[in-house]
C-alpha cells in the first residue's frame, strides 16, 4: 500500500501495469508530499533522525496520508529491517513469531522496525505484549491508527512511544500529488481546472485515493477537457469520512455543539448536515440537540427544551428526510436563543456541596413529625408557614444548620433569566431583612 509522495526525477522506471500509487512511491523521507509538522528539520522525527535517536511511535492521522510510507523509509534512514503486520491478521502466533525472528536478528547486529498496521485493533494483552521487547530493544514499534490512541491504546504502551498526528493533504498538497502523476504518466488530466479541483475535493485528503482516481480519469477516451458535471456523471462521489462510533463522530458532534453555544447558526446548520451525510442516526442528534438546550440555553429561554422535545417527536413521526428538517429548525432556533449555563453551573456547585457536607441533616424546623415522639425531639418546632407571612415569604432558613448558605444559582441578564434575577435578588433582600 502506498500512500503520498513526490519523487521528482530520481523515480525509478517501472512496469506500466504497476498501480500508479506503487510507482509513485517515494525514495526518501525528503520526498513525502505533505506532514511537514513532523518531517520538517525542526519538527519530530526531523530531530530524531538529526540525532540519531529514534524511538518507537505510534502515527496517528486518516487513511492515505503517509503513515505506511513513512514506517518504511524510516526503517531505510535507520538501516533497520523492515516487518510489517496488521492487526486485523495477526494473533499471538503469529506475533511471537515476529518476536522471535528479531530475537535473531538482534543476536546477528540487525535491529528490526515493526510496522502495525490498525494497531488499535489488538486487545490489552496483544498490546501489552509489545512492551517487554520495545524495552529490551528487540523492536522499534512504529504502530499505524486512524483512531484517537487516548481511547485506544493501553497507558502503558502510551508511555513507551511518541504519539505524531499527521494530517489529511491539503489542497496545495493534492495538486503537487496531482502534477507528479502527470510527469509519470507523460500525460495532462483532460479536464477542466474547475475540474480538477472537484477532483481533488472528491480525494477529501486522502492522496492514495486521488491517485486511483487520476487512474480513473487517465483511462477515459476523451478528446476534450471534461468539465465538473461530466467529471461527476463518471465517477462516483467519494463518501466523507464519517465513523459512528469513531474519532469524527465526537469531533463533529462538538463542532455542532459549540457552533449552537457560539450563537452561529450557519456554522450549526453545516455541521449538523456533515453529521447527516455521513450516516448519523438522527436520534442521537435530537438527544445531543435536547441536551445542548438543557445545558447552554437553561432558563434564559425555558421554551428551548421543548421544541427540541418538539422536534424529536416529530422526526419520530415522519421519519427520514422530511423529520430532519424539524431538527435542523431546533437547531436554528437553539444558535439564536439567548444562552444562559447559571442553572447548569448551579447544580454543578450543589454536586459538590452535597458531596463535601455528606450526612448534614435537614434543620429540625422543616423536618415532619407525624408521631408525638417526634414533636417530642422538636420535629417540626419553629417552622414557618409561608403561606401565612404578608408577602408569602418566611425567609427562613432551609440548609443544614452547620453550612454556611452558598449563592449556587446565578442568572445571567439575558434572556428570560433577566426576570429570573430579579426575583432572586427580591427574594435574597428579604430573607437579609428578616434574618433567614
Known sequence: MADLFDTGDTAPTVARNRPLADRLRPASLADVIGQEQVLGPDAPLGAMLAAGSLGSLILWGP???????IARLLADESELHFVQISAIFTGVPELRKVFDAAKIRRQNGQGTLLFVDEIHRFNKAQQDGFLPHMEDGTILLVGATTENPSFELNAALLSRAQVLVLERLSRADLERLTRRA??????ALPLTPAARESLHEMADGDGRALLNLI???????????????????????RASKYDKSGDEHYNLISALHKS????DPDAALYWLARMLTGGEDPRFLARRITRMAVEDIGLADPQAQSICLHAWEVYERLGSPEGELALAQAVVYLALAPKSNGAYVGYKAAMVLARKTGSEPPPMHILNAPTSLMKDQGYGAGYAYDHDAEDGFSGQNYFPDGVKRPVLYQPVERGFERELKKRRDYFSRLRTQRGG
Request: glycine share 8%.
Open 63 to 69: 487513511p492515505g496520508v503517509g503513515k505506511t510510507t
Open 182 to 187: 502527470e510527469t509519470e504518466l507523460d500525460r
Open 215 to 237: 487512474e480513473q480519469v487517465m483511462a477515459w477516451k476523451s478528446d476534450t477537457a471534461l468539465d465538473t458535471e461530466a467529471l461527476a456523471s463518471r465517477l462516483m462521489r
Open 260 to 263: 449552537v453555544r457560539g450563537s
